[in-house]
């Protein structure tokens, strides 16, 4: 079964995700988007007209809608499952990507509720190799005198830089969902993990 003892790990690669946002990122470098986008998505998050109980739910789903699309999920999937994924028909496939989205945008949305003004973030350097990327930033959030290295990996897809990973204190997304599917699929089997990732989103 998937566990929650990841908790703390989504939790900051969800407030990480928080300075991601839609805008003309194909014309500039990886770390000048990040930086850039950071005071436009936290507007929305500190919008009075999104809070309270009652507006949740739109905050939620306001916040994803510009994260989103940074991402490249078909890859991200892709690496999540490793080897298993070239022994999927392509509807599994497409399966398995909406699944897989639908957990980490539920994951991600509990943090949204718990994000407070302490948390910042400083955006340090980038590495550019072809169509590849890695941007460095630390976590920082004054109220608990804690720094967390953060890394987002990306890679040049249709002229754009998307996201296929992202590296919290030397933790990777990726291999940390890999590492639990392929548990599940070799003890168990492939249609386990699908049952699995259902009960875990509704």
């Known amino acids: 079964m998937l566990n929650n003892q990841h908790t703390k790990f989504w939790t900051l690669v969800a407030v990480g995700l928080l300075a991601l946002h839609t805008s ?6 990886p770390l000048e988007l990040i930086r850039s986008a950071v005071d436009r998505v936290t507007a929305v998050l500190e919008n009075p007209s999104y809070q309270g109980e009652a507006q949740q739910q739109k905050r939620i789903e306001q916040v994803w809608a510009i994260i989103e699309p940074y991402f490249d999920l078909q890859e991200l999937t892709q690496r999540t499952l490793g080897t298993h994924w070239r022994d999927r028909t392509e509807e599994e496939r497409r399966e398995f990507v909406r699944l897989f989205t639908a957990l980490i945008e539920k994951t991600y949305s509990s943090t949204i509720t718990r994000y407070t003004s302490d948390v910042q973030f400083a955006f340090d350097q980038q590495r550019i190799n072809g169509d590849f990327a890695e941007v460095d930033t630390r976590f920082i959030n004054s109220a608990l005198d804690k720094i967390i290295p953060i890394q987002y990996q ?49």
């Open 24 to 29: 003309a990122w194909a014309a500039i470098s």
């Open 154 to 202: 990306l890679h040049r897809v249709g002229g754009e830089w998307r996201i296929y990973d992202v590296v919290i204190e030397n933790v990777s997304m990726v291999r940390n969902y890999r590492t639990q599917f392929n548990r599940i699929i070799n003890r168990s089997s492939y249609d386990a993990l699908v049952q699995d990732l259902k009960k875990k989103i509704s």
